[in-house]
């Protein structure tokens, strides 16, 4: 009996270890059936067509750019713009930042298949899934520095649901949360800050940014492996964090502009196009508009019993 029952748990552990195994090799090549069951037919029809929406946006953008004349500020807005609708610039060339934070949905997810079920999006290689879902980056450009503030006696600022994106380093939060999503490998997916410079300089907008940035910003000895690299979807591994060899002066050039293109997007982000302030209670507040009797009874509750309310939620 014992034996019997040895050899069963041997059975059941090798089955185990054989699923894992080709579960974890499957997950890996990031195309296989186990994965490819995860988007319902419907959302793939959405992503379609957001796909195309994104494509209208970038080429109107374009025209913009090329046929305006801009102000330095316009300019770098516009520049910010360009690569969040630009689907160039992701692993697989099919997700911009703006696939989970569309205008017709106030800058967070647009594909109400996945809003209603997984929340979550998936990424570049679209068998991989984000962590969370979406937030709306509107009027995300007034959240400052992270910081203690020591009357309320809680930390201020930062970007992403945790403050993770503190900001510190470019002063900055919304520049520096910029830099997380090409490096995700649930997002947009690179395998080095590198290739999101790499990509920028083979776009029709290059010269525009080197206006703006300076003739160094992508003067940079590419690898002549640079277009395999940047094909190839992150993490890079632990031996080799920026598998992506450009050397010292060069990855330094290539980090600096990594940087403007933090700010550039920055600046999209905190222009009135993204923050119109034209909800009604905006209009009510600049006194252009008055709330019904009902408005005003959930206003009124909202000011004076919320943070009460929210306390008693949270101990329960
Ligand atoms: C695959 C979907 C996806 C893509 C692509 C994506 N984001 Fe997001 N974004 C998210 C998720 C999810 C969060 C919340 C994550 C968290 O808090 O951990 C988020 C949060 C944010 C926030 C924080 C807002 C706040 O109030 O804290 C900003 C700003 C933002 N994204 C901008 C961008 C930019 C810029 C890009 C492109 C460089 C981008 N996103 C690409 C899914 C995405």
Not at 99 to 115: A, D, K, V, Y
Not at 155 to 176: C, H, I, N, P
Not at 267 to 281: H, I, L, Q
Not at 299 to 308: M, Q
Request: proline share 7%; with cysteine.
């Amino acid at each position: 009996m014992e034996k019997m029952l040895k050899t069963r748990y041997a059975w059941t552990a090798g089955t185990v270890v054989i699923t894992l195994v080709a579960v974890a090799s499957a997950l890996r090549s990031g195309e296989g059936p186990v994965d490819r069951d995860r988007i319902p037919a419907a959302a793939r029809k959405e992503i379609k067509s957001v796909e195309l929406e994104i494509d209208r946006i970038e080429a109107e953008s374009l025209n913009k750019a090329r046929s305006t004349t801009l102000d330095r500020f316009q300019q770098i807005t516009l520049l910010g713009k360009l690569i969040f609708y630009d689907r160039q610039l992701s692993v697989k060339r099919n997700e911009s930042c703006s696939f989970c934070h569309m205008p017709e949905t106030g800058f967070t997810g647009p594909i109400s298949t996945l809003n209603r079920t997984t929340a979550a999006y998936p990424g570049s290689v679209r068998t991989r899934f984000s962590g969370r879902k979406p937030q709306s980056h509107t009027y995300a450009s007034f959240s400052p520095v992270l910081h203690y503030n020591s009357e309320q006696g809680d930390f201020v600022g930062g970007q992403f649901w945790d403050m993770r994106a503190t900001g510190l380093r470019l002063d900055s939060a919304l520049a520096e949360q910029a830099q997380s999503p090409p490096l995700d490998p649930t997002e947009i997916g690179f395998i080095d800050p590198a290739c999101m410079v790499y990509r920028i300089s083979q776009r029709p907008y290059r010269s525009m940014a080197e206006t703006l940035w300076g003739a160094q910003a992508f003067a940079v000895h590419w690898p002549a492996d640079a277009k395999q690299v940047c094909d190839r979807p992150g993490p890079a591994p632990d031996a080799d964090p920026f598998p992506l060899h450009v050397l010292n002066v060069d990855r330094g050039i290539a980090q600096t502009t990594f940087d403007q293109i933090a700010e550039a997007i920055a600046a999209f982000e905190g222009s009135p196009e993204v923050n119109p302030f034209s909800a009604k209670y905006d209009y009510v507040m600049a006194g252009k508009a008055e709330f019904t009797p009902e408005e005003k009874a959930g206003y009124e509750l909202f000011r004076s019993k919320t943070t009460h309310v929210l306390n008693s939620w949270t101990r329960e």
